[in-house]
């Protein structure tokens, strides 16, 4: 018997209803802002320790679609499952306690609170002495560590994205969704999140991202989904889709 890809192996568990194996799976959305639908039946999934990249055009309803799996945007149609239970209609702050995390592309730190009272206000809903949490986002960052007691504000474009990162994984969160974290770095600091991002997938993390440096983000992708115009387009792994002719040709400049 063939073995069913990864997008056959979505549609079987929703069409029994349940999702056994998919630790996160968003089937079909469809919805957007006002009357006006920006996503159409889009859907998306992940596994632990998994890095979905999400890329395509501007306006191609990116980072709407990150919003709807976490909550910020009123879905017409769909489901998303989470842990095998169906979060479609808790509120954003009820997925954070699930286990989310979303960061934001800006507007993503407290620029006049320390480094260090960043990261603890990323654990407002722990109750565990957090010392060994902060330690362990120090060692991540080290910049962060050395700095700890500089205003946020005060950083630097990339090290204000490290913040952002630091401040999520403070949740303890198993799925950590990333809206262009590498936006308006220089490419050295792009390398650098990009292996942070590596290293947090590697601890059992599921992370899922809007990248727009599309060739750089499918290079480190478990499973990759290229969207146009709201929908889905492409889906396949990082490899697969750079080996992919129209994929290079009308999405990653040749």
Known sequence: MET????QKVILLF?????????????????????????????????RGQIAVIVGPNG???????????????????QICFK?????R???????????AFVPQTRNIFPALTIAENLSMGAYLRKDNITAAVQQIYELFPILGERQNQLAGELSGGQRQQVALGRALMTSPELLMLDEPTAGVSPVVMDEVMERIMEIAGTGVAVMMVEQNARHALQIADIGYVLVQG?????????????????RTSFLGG
């Open 4 to 7: 069913p890809s990864y997008d």
């Open 15 to 47: 069409s029994y209803g349940r999702y056994i194996l998919t630790f996160l799976a968003a089937t079909e959305l469809t919805g957007g802002y006002g009357s006006t639908n920006i996503i159409e039946d889009i859907s998306l999934s992940v596994e």
């Open 60 to 78: 191609a309803g990116k980072s709407t679609a990150m919003k709807a799996i976490f909550g910020m945007i009123t879905l017409r149609s769909g």
């Open 84 to 88: 095998d239970k169906d979060i479609s």
């Open 90 to 100: 808790l509120p954003p702050q009820k997925r954070v306690a699930n286990g989310m």
């Open 231 to 247: 929908r889905n387009r492409f889906t396949g792994s990082g490899p697969d889709l750079l080996a992919n002719r129209e994929v």
